[in-house]
């Protein structure tokens, strides 16, 4: 199984799925052990597969995020910088998507996060889908891109309630593991 989510993962970046920020130096970090995880994972308790059989696919296939639509207690909505500076001002923990609309990395990942927002019960945490360098993407979201040093694109990056980077990853989370990310933040 390794191997062909290897051949996959592969394929997908030599296809140009990953691009990369010319000043970038290091390829992005794929934990297929954690992949295989969910996949056996889902095979125990009888969760449907995506359509590549690799990652457990969500029961809400929807892509788009709701914009600022409570899923649960938690938020997950469009990066604007004035809902992300609130949310800072206010000490919540915050997790960062950086998507691209161009991904399907990015599109098979969406429906397991909104999942994880459904469950999230604790109001002060907020998530924002974050455009990265697609044609969606604004100079606000360049600038925050920039900040936390993102260079690829389905990049996940949470802050505590005092704004200090608790978890940034490249790796594919399925819903059990953003919502143990973000408790891991708050």
Same mark, same amino acid.
């Given at each position: 199984? *390794?191997?062909?989510?290897?051949?996959?993962?592969?394929?997908?970046?030599?296809?140009?799925?990953?691009?990369?920020?010319?000043?970038?130096?290091?390829?992005?970090?794929?934990?297929?052990?954690?992949?295989?995880?969910?996949?056996?994972?889902?095979?125990?308790?009888?969760?449907?597969?995506?359509?590549?059989?690799?990652?457990?696919?969500?029961?809400?296939?929807?892509?788009?995020?709701?914009?600022?639509?409570?899923?649960?207690?938690?938020?997950?909505?469009?990066?604007?910088?004035?809902?992300?500076?609130?949310?800072?001002?206010?000490?919540?923990?915050?997790?960062?998507?950086?998507?691209?609309?161009?991904?399907?990395?990015? *599109?098979?990942?969406?429906?397991?996060?909104?999942?994880?927002?459904?469950?999230?019960?604790?109001?002060?945490?907020?998530?924002?889908?974050?455009?990265?360098?697609?044609?969606?993407?604004?100079?606000?979201?360049?600038?925050?891109?920039?900040?936390?040093?993102?260079?690829?694109?389905?990049?996940?990056?949470?802050?505590?309630?005092?704004?200090?980077?608790?978890?940034?990853?490249?790796?594919?989370?399925? *819903?059990?593991?953003?919502?143990?990310?973000?408790?891991?933040?708050?």
């Amino acid at each position: 199984m *390794k191997t062909v989510l290897f051949a996959l993962l592969t394929s997908l970046l030599l296809l140009g799925c990953v691009q990369q920020n010319p000043t970038a130096t290091s390829a992005p970090v794929i934990d297929t052990q954690d992949s295989d995880a969910a996949i056996n994972d889902a095979r125990e308790t009888g969760e449907e597969l995506d359509q590549t059989g690799d990652i457990p696919a969500a029961e809400n296939a929807d892509p788009t995020p709701k914009a600022t639509t409570s899923l649960g207690g938690g938020f997950y909505e469009p990066f604007t910088k004035i809902r992300y500076e609130q949310a800072r001002t206010e000490g919540k923990t915050v997790f960062l998507e950086f998507y691209a609309n161009w991904c399907p990395i990015c *599109k098979q990942q969406e429906p397991h996060i909104e999942a994880a927002f459904q469950e999230i019960t604790d109001e002060s945490v907020i998530g924002f889908r974050v455009n990265y360098n697609d044609d969606d993407t604004d100079d606000d979201e360049r600038q925050l891109a920039r900040q936390f040093g993102v260079s690829y694109q389905h990049t996940h990056v949470i802050l505590d309630s005092q704004g200090n980077v608790k978890t940034k990853s490249l790796e594919l989370w399925d *819903k059990n593991r953003v919502l143990e990310e973000i408790r891991k933040a708050a």
